[in-house]
């Protein structure tokens, strides 16, 4: 086939993304598995030049895409006959950013590569490759069933407190458990409760920034932090809301920044959206926690596209593609001056599914509330197998971080959902 179009390949794909993608200017092909398209609207489905599916499990192990990448060779190649070699693998999401640079690897394709990805998805070589740069990591070590008890005694010794045990290659705090100490962590291995592929590491105390942004050709193009309020481990593993606000001190955002820049330096990743946690401690230090070569989860790239015009979805499928941004010049949030500080807020779900009976409190809604995304009257929510189950959304825009905490915490006192078992 040779009508001077290009043959994209994604590796995955979601509906919410649909927008980003210009279906019209390239054969964009996709491989996914087979749940992942039957979930895609007809409509969206019927605009690839081709769909291959993977027969996967539906679930949330976020390697199986990495482990089913000899079978995507064999699908990309059968795409390559009929709409010819792939200029390019597009790659948006945690699961899928990893064997998306294996197969342009494979089929001689530019753009990230399997090195700087995978120090993008396992928690273990990523922070051995910040060693001498200066950033602070958590003290940790690879663990497994395996793991000898004499080595994981001499870890579990330097432990002044709780331990974090956590799977190298997951994410949304999927699999996470935070132990008491150390004798908690070797109980658990003497009982043969340590996993193949986690990591155990040093409890922070301290809040979590998440920071996000674009970067091209070295360049960091665009740059926001975020304070999460609650963390994503409270809201998948308890009922707390979810939210994060804009910080707006400009001395510790530049510090967020400095930091962000050595980080991707060390990593190699030039041409990427990303998405970085740290922690801020009580004694003012910044601590690496964790990045990925993908843009943020949850109400992210809706609170960056809303309240900042970036389109981070835009972006990353940009860089895959080796095209310009659209970002005209590098910028932080605090160069938008209209915004004081800003943050998105999700509502944790309702167990099982359930049916709508009443949604209360809009009324009350402050008026720096800028986005809302409720579900109506009679609609069924279930949130089984969703990793972002929410009952609610909001974002909100407001003249400091303080005011813009404040607001939250009305919205969170005041948003109610009445439901009933669903039929």
Same mark, same amino acid.
């Given at each position: 086939?040779?009508?001077?179009?290009?043959?994209?390949?994604?590796?995955?794909?979601?509906?919410?993304?649909?927008?980003?993608?210009?279906?019209?200017?390239?054969? +964009?092909?996709?491989?996914?598995?087979?749940?992942?398209?039957?979930?895609?609207?007809?409509?969206?489905?019927?605009?690839?030049?081709?769909?291959?599916? &993977?027969?996967?499990?539906?679930?949330?192990?976020?390697?199986?895409?990495?482990?089913?990448?000899?079978?995507?060779?064999?699908?990309?190649?059968?795409?390559?006959?009929?709409?010819?070699?792939?200029?390019?693998?597009?790659?948006?999401?945690?699961?899928?950013? =990893?064997?998306?640079?294996?197969?342009?690897?494979?089929?001689?394709?530019?753009?990230?590569?399997?090195?700087?990805?995978? =120090?993008?998805?396992?928690?273990?070589?990523?922070?051995?490759?910040?060693?001498?740069?200066?950033?602070?990591?958590?003290?940790?070590?690879?663990?497994?069933?395996?793991?000898?008890?004499?080595?994981?005694?001499?870890? !579990?010794?330097?432990?002044?407190?709780?331990?974090? &045990?956590?799977?190298?290659?997951?994410?949304?705090?999927?699999?996470?458990?935070?132990?008491?100490?150390?004798?908690?962590?070797? !109980?658990?291995?003497?009982? %043969?409760?340590?996993?193949?592929?986690?990591?155990?590491?040093?409890?922070?105390?301290?809040?979590?920034?998440?920071?996000?942004?674009?970067?091209?050709?070295?360049?960091?193009?665009?740059?926001?932090?975020?304070?999460?309020?609650?963390?994503?481990?409270?809201?998948?593993?308890?009922?707390?809301?979810?939210?994060?606000?804009?910080?707006?001190?400009?001395?510790?955002?530049?510090?967020?920044?400095?930091?962000?820049?050595?980080?991707?330096?060390? &990593?190699?990743?030039?041409?990427?959206?990303?998405?970085?946690?740290?922690?801020?401690?009580?004694?003012?230090?910044?601590?690496?926690?964790?990045?990925?070569?993908?843009?943020?989860?949850?109400?992210?790239?809706?609170?960056?596209?809303?309240?900042?015009?970036?389109?981070?979805?835009?972006?990353? +499928?940009? !860089?895959?593609?080796?095209?310009?941004?659209?970002?005209?010049?590098?910028?932080?949030?605090?160069?938008?001056?209209?915004?004081? !500080?800003?943050?998105?807020?999700?509502?944790?779900?309702?167990?099982?599914?359930?049916?709508?009976?009443?949604?209360?409190?809009?009324?009350?809604?402050?008026?720096?509330?800028?986005?809302?995304?409720?579900?109506?009257?009679?609609?069924?929510?279930?949130?089984?197998?969703?990793?972002?189950?929410?009952?609610?959304?909001?974002?909100?825009? %407001?003249?400091?971080?303080?005011?813009?905490?404040?607001?939250?915490?009305?919205?969170?006192?005041?948003?109610?959902?009445?439901?009933?078992?669903?039929?």
């Amino acid at each position: 086939m040779s009508t001077g179009k290009q043959h994209v390949v994604h590796i995955g794909f979601h509906a919410s993304e649909a927008h980003a993608v210009d279906f019209d200017a390239d054969h +964009v092909s996709a491989v996914m598995p087979r749940a992942s398209a039957a979930r895609l609207p007809a409509a969206l489905a019927s605009r690839f030049a081709r769909i291959a599916v &993977l027969d996967l499990p539906d679930s949330d192990d976020l390697d199986a895409y990495d482990r089913a990448v000899d079978r995507m060779r064999e699908l990309v190649g059968e795409l390559a006959a009929e709409f010819g070699p792939p200029a390019a693998f597009v790659g948006l999401y945690e699961h899928t950013t =990893l064997p998306a640079a294996r197969l342009r690897e494979h089929f001689g394709v530019p753009g990230t590569n399997a090195k700087t990805a995978l =120090l993008c998805r396992d928690k273990v070589p990523m922070k051995e490759a910040l060693s001498g740069t200066g950033i602070r990591v958590p003290r940790f070590l690879a663990v497994g069933p395996d793991t000898g008890r004499a080595e994981l005694a001499e870890f !579990a010794a330097g432990m002044p407190g709780r331990v974090v &045990l956590k799977p190298r290659s997951q994410g949304a705090s999927i699999g996470v458990r935070i132990l008491d100490g150390a004798a908690e962590l070797l !109980a658990l291995a003497e009982a %043969g409760g340590i996993e193949e592929g986690y990591e155990a590491e040093e409890f922070v105390d301290g809040s979590i920034h998440h920071i996000d942004g674009v970067v091209r050709d070295g360049e960091m193009r665009w740059f926001c932090a975020s304070r999460y309020l609650d963390t994503c481990f409270d809201f998948q593993h308890g009922t707390a809301p979810l939210a994060a606000v804009t910080p707006d001190r400009p001395e510790l955002v530049a510090r967020m920044r400095e930091f962000t820049e050595t980080v991707l330096r060390a &990593l190699g990743l030039t041409d990427s959206t990303f998405h970085l946690e740290l922690f801020h401690t009580p004694d003012d230090e910044l601590v690496f926690l964790e990045i990925g070569n993908r843009f943020g989860g949850a109400g992210i790239s809706w609170h960056q596209r809303e309240v900042y015009g970036v389109d981070l979805a835009r972006e990353a +499928v940009l !860089a895959c593609l080796g095209r310009p941004s659209e970002l005209a010049t590098p910028a932080t949030m605090l160069d938008h001056r209209e915004v004081g !500080a800003s943050g998105w807020l999700y509502m944790p779900a309702v167990s099982g599914a359930v049916q709508v009976v009443s949604v209360g409190g809009l009324d009350e809604l402050p008026d720096s509330v800028v986005g809302v995304r409720t579900p109506s009257v009679g609609d069924v929510l279930d949130a089984d197998g969703m990793i972002w189950a929410t009952s609610g959304g909001f974002l909100v825009s %407001g003249d400091s971080t303080r005011a813009v905490e404040q607001d939250m915490t009305r919205i969170i006192n005041t948003y109610t959902l009445e439901t009933k078992a669903g039929d």
